[in-house]
């Protein structure tokens, strides 16, 4: 496991994302309005824009491009027209600093149970 510093809470939101490129991989860091924090690849499934500036609710982010939404513990997509996952990483908070694992994405296997169908409209 290798825990790579990304933000400290006080640049963080009280709910919202900010994004954080590390090392040219574009990675957001979420905090949900129950006060988790979460780490996701800040790249919509459906098409490459960013999900940060995305409304965060019910521990969801909203891609403002479409409007799919994507759980935050599992990265699946709640809502069309997203229908892949995105990559989301373990988390720890040290003090004030943000970590995370992102050699370890913990992507949903989407066909075990796929919250939305699978048929593109
Ligand atoms: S680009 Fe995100 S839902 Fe289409």
Redesign the pocket.
Known sequence: MSLEPLISLSQLPDVGAVPVDVDGRAIAVVRAEDGSIHVIDDT????E?SLAEGEVEDCSIE?W????RFDLRTGRPTGL??TKPIAVYPVTVEGDTVLADLSAPRTAPFSASPAVSSKEH
Do not use: R
């Open positions: 919509c499934s459906h098409a824009v891609c491009l479409h409007g799919s027209p997203a």
